[in-house]
């Protein structure tokens, strides 16, 4: 039994709220049951050095957590003066995450900034950051469509993420933070709409895992994958 | 005529959300208008070296605001690696002015920190945050209380603010972005329930200002602040 | 009785070494009796990039305290490897104070900096700051005159600056370090030569303030700010 | 054909030169082909502080790479005041991996840190870190043992790592740089020698992959990784 | 012939004003012609964690720049957040260069750290800083003995410091800005009043120098070192 | 007896290994007894600001020590976030020897970076990185030569340092860890192979030694130097 009482291959409640800041051009406020968080994207009409007169652009991410989201306060990293390197890694894996299905050339240049901001954490905010991420990123580039600063969306393919882990002896999908603190294993999937796959990250947290286990987790994410994706369509309103 | 149709002595739309995240021991989501700030307040039992073993607490706040809060995006504090001067001015006022209104020997030998994160801004989001961060004070000192840590609230009384300043030839309360940006003088109340100043910071924006320039714009603070006071109160259910 | 035997509206000894140092553009010591700073104004050919070919200037500070200038030693902020909040506020208030009485436009697109660095401290180190600041400002522009680079003085008049604070029951002006480190409120007030107000920043240190007390302290800069203009005129050989 | 001629799923020439420094507790030089990373391990008597008095041990780990170990410079980290992203997130991988083969009880209370420095880079440096800081740490422990500070030793099993990748349509094993910087997709596999799984990590780095290719890619990883152990063991004298 | 019409071993006016500043152990304002250095001591009860326990104090130093000390203004390190390796390089000479003439023993344990602010430069600010370094730590010794905290001062005999270089051909004794900023070759001497030599930075500005020209350069500085010696007995009192 | 066995003016073994990295233009492992350090010389295409448009180049360096490349661990200053002043120290160093030796003007308008990153230390890292970053530069400015980019080699003659120091009552040459612990004076000598200095820091480690020590730990130098030069040659194959 899990200590939510969710089935092993359940997620959490999830739920996004588009347009939940007026600024950005795509806001959206993304909830897998108590981990909360915002989305905004920023459209900046230039790209980072590397790229200027390709005519390609470029999609990344930054990462925040608000001190008082999680159990106990955690330190601002502004006033600490630096960014942790989980803080880091959370960021640049949501940039490779939404790249992997955005045809930069067709973006043009200039490039579409994910500010995530983790207003309330229970487990899962990386995931929960990716998937709602790419429904503030659709707004924004939809936005640009409509303006007629595009012909057509860059956007491939929807993408999403979902975490798996052993606890206990049990694979179970989308976990709290109850259970992320004590599984014996935690792999976070990106996958793709279409069914492909964009990144896994799978940790042994204790000893090493089978290979079966993994297969497990992953077929796990697969079906789980699926309600993300009908959801997201449902909050741009593609039902 | 104000660009927002308002009279001159007229308030935004106010109003708190308790409860806002559930980790906090006191959380409240301060909107003024379009201004929106997310007041957390955390209880530790520990105060900072200059007050160990004097019986006395501490009240302290940090400010911060996501980086698409604002009409274009400003870049991530946490990743310049830096926080600005105006946050750090505005976080020490946050501190002052709640510290204005607390017994911090009642409170005890414990430190209560205030984060206040800014979600979306239009102005006027320093007043703001010590409006809403008063009611986060507020329920986790009422916590402590109701636990039975404390005998009795540290609160001496309540603590509003609110900003005035000269747009046109006209004085007005409560600007928002529209008014701040083009205003020839502004204003920041801070003041107490019982009507006593906590703090003033008057500033010339472009020539100096009349002394009556001045009294006219505090004249509006306090006759404005009263309705903050009284909402304040609403959503702390003491009505 | 004021622990220096002064009347409650008399200011410290005041006095400026103008061509205290030989490389600045204008250079000035101002000593508000043991409260010692040394204020260098440098003229740049360049803008801060927002100004850039709007034939605007710019006028601009940067405060610091040599580590011994106080009773103890304070930390050095170059070795701690940055500014305290408490310093970046009083360089932005310095700036804005003589930004006030500058015409950024006759002044044409180029950039004073005035570094104010506290030599020994007593109290009140800002509003001696903004008072001598202005004395090597004023020097800068004079030479910028005399050199036929401004057909005529950019300053539309002069700013000096006061505090004022509630020692025991008693409103006084110019605090000392021992007023100071005691008042029960404490105002900085920043006034132009005729008469109108440029800053107000007045706190409560302990509990709230009436307002008339706000008044009472106001009165007192404003009648003794006349002695600071007096001496400016003076140092400046404009008798 | 591979750039290096190598067949698909080859290694490349890989050796250990341990004793490489002589301070360190354990000192091993790992090569894989042009890829050469010092890793050295350092036995300290205390742990972090979450750790003090629980007498369990720690393994952390800090990677860096020399500024010319790369085709061209890189600027160097301790010049620049922070550690990139990816050098956070790499050392968090090496110590993960290492923690994940180490009985942390039998270390008892102290910490052995793996410096794993890269003198010259052609890929694959994270894989060949942790397959020699591994080297490193048995050498550091072994000596714990024979100093009969350490009744046994605290290594439950050997860990080593290895990548693969679809390169143009194949899926090879241990990319150089030139396969790297050119691959469809790119996983990085940290494998226990009982079989077990301890990380992966698999990124597309263009499109969406099929899950059949990650399950190639991991064949073949698995094939691979024995060669490592059996040179890890041979290094260690314990052919 | 020298711009300043000195001859080749004449000294530029030096002089000491002790208790420039109120607060420190030990004030003393140095002036080799246009150079003025601020050396103020601060006497601390503690050490540094590696003479905890030890009975022995320490003797260390801080070296600053104001920003327009210089012909230019240079940035105010405090603001770009870190020491430059001059400074860095300036201040551990300094430190060292009293160390080496001070009785740790005798001193106890104790820290007496000596600030070096250059008000105003004009070449030579290490060695005047550290000439008036050791004025401002024989005050605070003196001191301490005054006050019978010490039976006997920990300072064994005098410092001082001068610099010499090649200007054109010839060598020159105290180098001002124009010299220093056009020698073929520049050393900086620290000196014993007992005529050892404590410390010598030489260096070829250009192209290496002959054995025999430092030999030159460190009889200059031999001889002119010794006016410097009698100087500060002087401003001691010690006549 | 010198701890080693040596004789008073016996180097340690020396030994250069050209060609260790395979990236740098030129790259050489210097030995001097067990002290290693790794020396890359990096051409790039551009120099500083301050060159531009000059025609002139640039030679600069940096200087690393691996964090276990000592007795014991030292923390990584790219962790620590800054390179500690005696880094600092250390390159400018290691900059200015080699700039005294090359004919900036030959160079023409690029920049050459020398890293020495520091593998093991036992004593003299700084003497050995200069006489290994020369050889690396040779290599360097070589290759410069052989492609046709420079007629004729920019560098005007070798340049080499040794340590020598006051041991017991003996000066010593090229001191080793154990020797340079317990030295009583210290001096590095940058030496170039026409006999002239290029730099003397030469530093009393307890109290302030004769004249005539100076001179003799110069003789040392200068004799021992020779040996250097000699080894420098054959590792460029000028035998």
Request: glycine share 10%; proline share 5%.
């Amino acid at each position: 039994m899990r200590p939510s009482g969710r089935a092993a291959d359940q997620l959490r409640p999830v739920s996004f709220v588009t347009g939940f800041t007026k600024h950005a051009e795509g806001s959206c406020l993304v909830r897998f049951g108590d981990t909360h968080v915002l989305c905004n994207a920023t459209v900046e009409e230039r790209v980072p050095p590397f790229l200027r007169n390709t005519g390609k652009g470029w999609v990344t991410a930054e990462y925040g957590m608000l001190p008082r989201a999680t159990h106990g306060r955690s330190p601002r990293e502004a006033a600490r003066g630096k960014q942790s390197g989980r803080t880091q890694e959370i960021q640049r894996l949501i940039g490779r995450s939404l790249r992997a299905v955005t045809d930069l050339e067709r973006l043009g240049e200039r490039q579409i900034v994910l500010d995530c901001d983790v207003l309330q954490a229970d487990g899962g905010t990386r995931t929960a950051a990716i998937t709602g991420a790419w429904v503030a990123l659709a707004l924004a580039t939809d936005a640009l469509v409509a303006r007629g600063l595009l012909p057509k969306s860059p956007l491939v393919e929807p993408v999403a993420a979902v975490s798996c882990g052993v606890c206990g002896e049990a694979a179970v999908l989308d976990l709290d933070y109850a259970e992320d603190s004590t599984a014996k294993a935690d792999a976070n999937f990106v996958l793709a709409a279409s069914g492909g796959i964009v990144e896994v990250q799978a940790t042994a947290e204790d000893r090493p895992i089978p290979r079966a286990t993994l297969r497990a987790l992953e077929d796990l994410a697969v079906a789980g994958v699926g309600e993300l994706f009908r959801l997201q369509r449902e909050a741009l309103g593609r039902g």
